[in-house]
């Protein structure tokens, strides 16, 4: 897929669809489902529709106790402990993962964070790169076999902060001069490169992959944040009650990535950046963030296989034969 690929399809949903919208009918009786994160947020969100339309959900997660709680009540789901930042984890994760399931038909990259203290995890690597793009990179490249299994539909959570910064090719890891939104808008456009390249080495065993904006919510996301920053910056009030134009519930911040991993509309695509249950356009270089729409830097083939090269040299993951 090309930037000349990102055109919208007509989809009969809209940035105010939910995820019970996106569901709402659908059999997913027999289907295995992976979500990152899918104890929390739009992540809970996810697990939940997926779980209520029949998926069994496998959930690898950070806080596995906590993600326990959450689900409580959710039948056919199963927590993985995993911490992204860690590949052992990672590995861990994923070979138990492969001793419970023969194939996996969604995989869903939910789990992230944002604008974070500057921190350096594992061989040096940024944190927000690592937690947000590496991480899911490892996981991916060792659950491949059960995704090809299951010509799986990868779905990546991406953000509009893509628009904040291509790759930086220069220095990745902020070896200098730190900037908690500059890494993460890269970390955001690593996603979104990471759903480019992984359709294109994918597709011939049915594997096909996606990124998108979920649009802008209020979440465990933004834990790092200080309150009054989140004010200064229009989205809430003092109470931490959402004030800011055109956000959306949690229940609406999942219905994009839902719509991903199901719509039939997407059958034969892959490769493509998604906002607002659709396939975004693609924006001008200087248009504002809130404007919508993919930067062309973030779907270009070549910087999609120059940035899977990184990763496999960054996290020693095994190519997958295109």
Not at 173 to 178: E, K, S
Not at 216 to 230: D, Y
Request: aromatic share 6%.
């Amino acid at each position: 897929m090309t930037s000349t690929d990102q055109q919208p399809l007509g989809s009969p949903f809209s940035a105010t669809s939910t995820a019970q919208d996106i569901t709402a009918g659908l059999g997913l009786s027999g289907t295995s489902a992976v979500v990152t994160g899918g104890y929390s947020g739009l992540g809970l969100e996810t697990t939940r529709a997926l779980a209520a339309a029949g998926a069994r959900v496998l959930v690898p997660a950070r806080r596995p106790d906590i993600a326990r709680a959450a689900l409580a009540d959710v039948e056919g789901c199963e927590v993985v402990p995993m911490d992204l930042t860690d590949l052992g984890s990672v590995r861990a994760a994923a070979a138990r993962i492969s001793g419970s399931l023969t194939r996996i038909d969604l995989l869903m990259a939910v789990a992230g964070v944002m604008a974070t203290p500057e921190r350096h995890v594992g061989p040096g690597w940024e944190s927000q790169l690592a937690a947000n793009h590496l991480g899911h990179f490892a996981l991916a490249c060792e659950l491949y076999p059960l995704l090809a299994a299951g010509s799986a539909r990868v779905v990546v959570n991406s953000s509009a902060g893509h628009a904040l910064t291509d790759m930086r090719w220069h220095d990745p890891h902020f070896r200098t001069g730190y900037d908690k939104w500059l890494a993460y808008g890269q970390a955001k456009t690593a996603n979104a490169l990471f759903a480019v390249h992984l359709d294109a080495l994918g597709r011939g065993d049915g594997v096909r992959a996606f990124a998108l904006h979920p649009g802008k919510i209020i979440t465990g996301l933004q834990r790092e944040m200080a309150l009054q920053e989140q004010i200064d910056r229009g989205w809430v009030d003092e109470h931490g009650k959402v004030i800011g134009v055109d956000f959306k519930t949690p229940a609406q911040g999942a219905a994009t990535g839902l719509w991903a991993a199901t719509s039939p509309l997407l059958d034969g695509l892959g490769g493509l950046y998604l906002e607002d249950c659709d396939i975004a356009g693609v924006s001008a270089p200087d248009a504002p963030m809130d404007d919508g729409g993919v930067r062309a830097y973030a779907v270009d083939p070549d910087s999609a296989a120059r940035l899977w090269d990184l990763s496999v040299a960054a996290t020693g993951a095994a190519p997958i034969a295109r």
